[in-house]
């Protein structure tokens, strides 16, 4: 145990030594931690830009040792970002969400977490994002896997893409507070931010808007009486929150269809037109139907036709056209799918359909 003299008061090469000693502890924890951070995100499917970790470097660690802004006694133990993780995302809502589950996971420093936006004044600009120290909670540190940790603290920084897109803009420009910049580019470095800012604030708004539609859209599904015009917005919403169109891809996934996804819905709603469908409810009830003769139209358009897999939304498109081949003529059906011994298997399965 050290006694309460100053670390700045220690010689450097004592405090590399004891850096040496504990790199590699540090560097397992991180991998942890990353893939931890990565397992965490998937259930709760939210999509991440990047989840990143790092171990301070040496020259790193010896500079915030002897930096006038700390006053470590034994910086092994107190400084908490020896260890980091970064998780970047694609809106502020996601970061919301982030956030939460950190909170779930681990034991919160919340003395030593912090929030940038917070610190900074309205007049000020600079890089944001939410910093949160953790240590494993006493269940985690139990774990065979764990317990070699059981006393690190690590920093987990957690960023939109825009926020992170001004970090390493500042960092390009080398920039590290706003008094460096010469008077003749603060204005413009001022615009940026808020540019980038307000970018971040309508996405949230957006992507929080979206998911009120797709509320109101499930509702309207399973309890309401309002129309629901078959347009692209609506249909669009309807293929998030089905759960007939759910029980359709997964019916696509236990055959072993490759499904890529793709976010081109034109061909479901030309088919549902061509058929007359005016309502999103029209198209329901139909997938519905079909859903009953699910099994045995992908048993025949895995086996017999070859097919093993295609975009998620072409898949949609067939079980509508095989059951109401009639109302195509096998030019319109060769734009689709190029292939006539294709179209002649449809043809076939429609006939055992019957």
């Known amino acids: 145990m050290l006694n309460k003299k100053k670390a700045v008061n220690l010689d450097e090469s004592y405090w590399r030594e004891k850096y040496s000693e504990i790199i590699e502890l540090h560097e397992r924890f991180c991998r942890k931690l990353e893939l931890l951070t990565k397992e965490m995100l998937g259930p709760d499917e939210i999509d991440y830009v990047l989840v990143s970790s790092r171990v301070k470097e040496e020259d790193s660690f010896i500079k915030k040792v002897y930096s006038s802004s700390f006053e470590f006694v034994n910086p092994i133990e107190e400084m908490v970002d020896i260890s980091g993780i970064r998780i970047v995302l694609y809106s502020l809502n996601d970061v919301e969400k982030v956030c939460s589950l950190i909170e779930r996971l681990f034991d919160i420093d919340v003395s030593r977490s912090m929030d940038k936006k917070e610190k900074m004044e309205p007049n000020e600009f600079g890089y944001l994002s939410i910093h949160k120290c953790i240590s494993l909670t006493d269940e985690r540190a139990e774990l065979p896997d764990w317990s070699d940790f059981k006393s690190l603290q690590a920093e987990i920084q957690i960023r939109s893409i825009l926020q992170h897109s001004w970090a390493d803009i500042s960092h390009k420009l080398d920039y590290k507070t706003e008094h460096e910049i010469p008077n003749m580019l ?16 309508q996405l949230f708004e957006i992507i929080h808007k979206r998911d009120e539609l797709n509320q109101e859209i499930q509702f309207q599904l399973e309890e309401g009486s309002e129309p629901i015009p078959l347009e692209t917005i609506n ?21 072993g269809l490759r499904i890529q996804e793709d976010d081109n819905i034109q061909c479901i709603l030309d088919i549902s037109k061509k058929l007359n469908f005016n309502d999103i409810r029209d198209l329901e009830k139909e997938y519905q139907i079909i859903f009953q003769k699910i099994d045995h139209i992908i048993s025949q358009i895995h086996n017999p036709l070859g097919i093993t897999g295609a975009r998620m939304n072409l898949l949609l498109c067939l079980p509508l056209i095989i059951t109401h081949l009639d109302d195509f003529n096998d030019n319109e059906l060769s734009e689709l799918f190029y ?12 006939e055992e359909l019957r």
Do not use: C, P
């Open 186 to 201: 603060r204005r413009q470095m001022f615009l940026l931010a808020g540019l980038l800012e307000l970018a971040d604030g």
């Open 235 to 255: 249909l669009k919403q309807y293929l998030e929150v089905s759960k007939t169109i759910k029980a359709f891809i997964n019916k696509f996934i236990e055959a």
């Open 339 to 350: 292939s006539q011994e294709i179209v002649e298997g449809f043809h076939k399965i429609h």
